[in-house]
């Protein structure tokens, strides 16, 4: 059984051996290195599916790989980390990590998320060669730039619409206020977040059976949103 290849970038060896234990029981096959720079090369040479990688590295940062490797691959990259600082979790997610979870954490956890990963990369990929993305009762033609929901068309305000397509370009990721803000209304209006939560509030309105409990348009308290895709 192969699931995929997971490179696992972590310095502490406690945690390397956890990992190392839990993925390679989940049908995953593990790659380590100890150091940032170890790191980058073996995701070079190897072409993992995801990459683990721990913030505090003996020679260069967590965020620095993250940025170095945003350079040339969009694949899933998972912080493992034990910053828990809002501030840290920003800096990443804006640097290009998809994901981010804090130590102490356990198996159930890191497999569910390596699983959502594993599951963005290949929506992704079919979105690149379909230009209609669909999840459950919702359909967007990005060609024709047309939302449809229960099969009924849907109009969306040009922001709305905007708002809308970034959410499901990064669609199972965080995206936060920020990228948000300067993605839909350009960087001067970074500060304006006001605008994101009246915005978010309309799609929510149009999109979503209870606007109250959304199932797609979901809130990460002082970072930013999520378009679901993991819908039980
Ligand atoms: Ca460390």
């Known amino acids: 059984m192969d699931k995929g290849l997971i490179i696992l970038i972590e310095d502490e060896y406690q945690m390397r051996r956890f990992l ?15 150091t940032g720079q170890n790191g980058l090369t073996e995701v070079a040479t190897r072409n993992p599916d995801v990459v683990l990688l721990d913030l505090g590295l003996p020679d260069i940062d967590g965020l620095e790989v993250t940025k170095r490797l945003r ?14 600082q809002e501030d840290d979790k920003i800096k990443t997610l804006d640097a290009g990590a998809d994901d981010y979870l804090t130590k102490p954490f356990g198996a159930g956890e890191l497999m569910a998320r390596i699983r959502v990963a594993m599951r963005h990369s290949s929506k992704q990929n079919s979105m690149i060669e379909e230009s209609v993305f669909s999840i459950s009762n919702l359909k967007v ?3 024709k730039r ?4 229960n099969n009924k068309e849907v109009h969306l305000t040009p922001i709305e619409y905007k708002l809308f397509t970034v959410l499901i370009k990064h669609a199972g990721k965080v995206i936060t206020h920020n990228m948000l803000m300067k993605e839909v209304w ?7 977040t006001h605008y994101l939560r009246i915005y978010m509030a309309q799609l929510r309105h149009k999109l979503e059976a209870d606007p109250a409990r959304p199932c797609f348009f979901i809130n ?6 999520r378009f679901k895709i993991d819908i039980d």
Do not use: C, M
């Open 71 to 84: 350079e040339w691959t969009q694949l899933p990259i998972i912080i493992i980390s034990a910053r828990d």
């Open 186 to 192: 350009g960087a001067s209006y970074v500060n304006q």
């Open 146 to 149: 047309q939302v449809f929901l």
């Open 220 to 225: 990460e308290p002082g970072i930013g949103y």
């Open 20 to 34: 190392r234990i839990t993925l390679q029981g989940h049908g995953y096959k593990v790659f380590e290195a100890t």
């Open 141 to 143: 033609d990005l060609a």
